[in-house]
Nanobody, 120 residues
Framework: QVQLQESGPGLVKPSQALLLTCTVS??????????WSWIRQPPGKGLEWMGA???????YYSPSLESRTFISRDTSKNQFTLQLSSVTPEDTAVYYC????????????WGQGTQVTVSS
């Protein structure tokens, strides 16, 4: 059973950078053929895909967030991370890490989500 767990600060000040980590257990992030993604949901809004890192290490970003987003991984810890720079209150959301198999439209595993609030 694959499990994903997000961790990071619950409160970030405007203009600062947000760093979230997703720790994966029960499966390796280098196993073919999966995408490991970050998705967020602002209050009262729908889910927003932010970006992903492929099992090969290739990264993909949402065009609307690409200039502020960086996704990386630590294969020795079986973790992948999200860095979002220059945050504003509009970045307040529940952030999820997820897994999707290549060729599939749905995400088969999700973390429980972590609330991030951007406020001074």
């Amino acid at each position: 059973q694959v499990q994903l767990q997000e961790s990071g600060p619950g409160l970030v000040k405007p203009s600062q950078a947000l760093l979230l980590t997703c720790t994966v257990s029960g499966g390796s992030i280098t196993t073919n053929y999966y995408y490991w993604s970050w998705i967020r949901q602002p209050p009262g809004k729908g889910l927003e895909w932010m970006g992903a890192i492929h099992h090969s290490g290739i990264t993909y970003y949402s065009p609307s967030l690409e200039s502020r987003t960086f996704i990386s991984r630590d294969t020795s810890k079986n973790q992948f991370t999200l860095q979002l720079s220059s945050v504003t209150p509009e970045d307040t959301a529940v952030y999820y890490c997820t897994r999707r198999a290549t060729g599939w439209a749905t995400y088969d595993y999700w973390g429980q989500g972590t609330q991030v609030t951007v406020s001074s």
